[in-house]
């Protein structure tokens, strides 16, 4: 499985983004796709899932409301589109496949994209 993120760039405090990953490799319908971040410092930590058939997503409380995940099958792409967004966002974002375990933990994904730079200027 091959993933490549794409997306990421410069914002003000309040803005928008939208994050994309593309997915290869294997019938993307069968792929959990999650999102992380990184910030400097700081371990990588779970942002939001969409599960493998799309009817399921979670999200970590400090995004809720604020982040939607989506997936385009015909496309094999997971968005995550990253509204009101504030400094503490600021991180390299990741998107990876899940394997086994908790969707929640970095250590249950198996491949992993390249990540892409997200900052939040105040």
């Known amino acids: 499985v091959q993933l490549q993120a794409s997306g990421g760039g410069l914002v003000q405090a309040g803005g928008s983004l939208r994050l994309s990953c593309t997915v290869s490799?294997?019938?993307?319908?069968?792929?959990?796709i999650g999102w992380f971040r990184q910030a400097p410092g700081k371990e990588r930590e779970f942002v939001a899932v969409?599960?493998?058939?799309?009817?399921?997503?979670y999200y970590a409380d400090s995004v809720k409301g604020r982040f939607t995940i989506s997936r385009d099958n015909a496309k094999n792409t997971v968005n995550l589109q990253m509204d009101s967004l504030n400094p503490e966002d600021t991180a390299v974002y990741y998107c990876?496949?899940?394997?086994?375990?908790?969707?929640?933990?970095?250590?249950?994904?198996?491949?992993w994209g390249q990540g892409t730079q997200v900052t939040v200027s105040s």
């Open positions: 990876a496949a899940h394997g086994v375990g908790s969707y929640y933990t970095y250590r249950s994904y198996n491949y």
């Open positions: 490799g294997r019938t993307f319908s069968y792929n959990t």
């Open positions: 969409s599960t493998r058939t799309g009817g399921a997503t």
